[in-house]
Nanobody
Framework: QVQLVESGGGLGQPGGSLRLSCAASKSILSFYAMNWYRQAPGKSRDLVAAITSGGSTNYADSVKGRFTASRDNAKNTVYLQLNSLKPEDTAVYYC?????????WGQGTQVTVSS
């Protein structure tokens, strides 16, 4: 029984920045990985960033060099820093916690990039 609570979404300017947070109700060391997905209307839900319990990260090509995933184990929180925002980054962003046996999902937070 895990709850993931997201915050930080909203309106961003092209070229600007946002930081998304995902707070878990238990130690994030319980999970093999914490992940960020995004989904635009009519599109699939795609993995954009992953960070393992050891701190290793992977990124989708579309966000590589612009987005950074990080974690604060003491706060049971994972972050996604979105820099150099583009209009095509507009989507609902979802936090995901993966154990191998289970997947847990946040409620999703809307990111809109517009001038």
């Amino acid at each position: 029984q895990v709850q993931l609570v997201e915050s930080g979404g909203g309106l961003g300017q092209p070229g600007g920045s946002l930081r998304l947070s995902c707070a878990a109700s238990k130690s994030i060391l319980s999970f093999y990985a914490m992940n960020w997905y995004r989904q635009a209307p009519g599109k699939s839900r795609d993995l954009v960033a992953a960070i393992t319990s050891g701190g290793s990260t992977n990124y989708a090509d579309s966000v590589k060099g612009r987005f950074t995933a990080s974690r604060d184990n003491a706060k049971n929180t994972v972050y996604l820093q979105l820099n150099s925002l583009k209009p095509e980054d507009t989507a609902v962003y979802y936090c995901n916690a993966h154990t191998g046996m289970y997947n847990y999902w946040g409620q999703g937070t809307q990111v809109t990039v517009s001038s």
